[in-house]
């Protein structure tokens, strides 16, 4: 099992900028995948972007250019860097893990962007 914390969220002006960090623990070797999700109210959980133990990353095209997200392994860590915020980026991000054996899910943070 992996348990993931997030920490990073909060209420910021459109045109900021917020780092989200997610630190795992437990059975972080077997952890392939790990990205962040977000959740507006009213709508369904979409991928934000993600990485691979390798590096490789993919990103939802409205946050391109805009969201960075990078994966520390020696610290068990994957932060998202997200610049040039809009309302529309407003919502409950959540930290995502995949292993062979399923995905798992943080807590959540909230991120609120103001006009």
């Known amino acids: 099992q992996v348990q993931l914390v997030e920490s990073g969220g909060g209420l910021v002006q459109a045109g900021g900028s917020l780092r989200l960090s997610c630190a795992a623990s437990?059975?972080?070797?077997?952890?392939?995948?790990m990205g962040w999700y977000r959740q507006a109210p009213g709508k369904q959980r979409e991928l934000v972007a993600r990485i691979t133990r390798g590096k490789l990353t993919q990103y939802e095209d409205s946050v391109k250019g805009r969201f960075t997200i990078s994966r520390d392994n020696a610290k068990n860590t994957v932060y998202l860097q997200m610049s040039s915020l809009k309302p529309e980026d407003t919502g409950v991000y959540y930290c995502n893990a995949v292993l062979p054996e399923g995905s798992y899910w943080g807590q959540g943070t909230q991120v609120t962007v103001s006009s």
């Open positions: 437990g059975s972080i070797f077997s952890i392939t995948l």
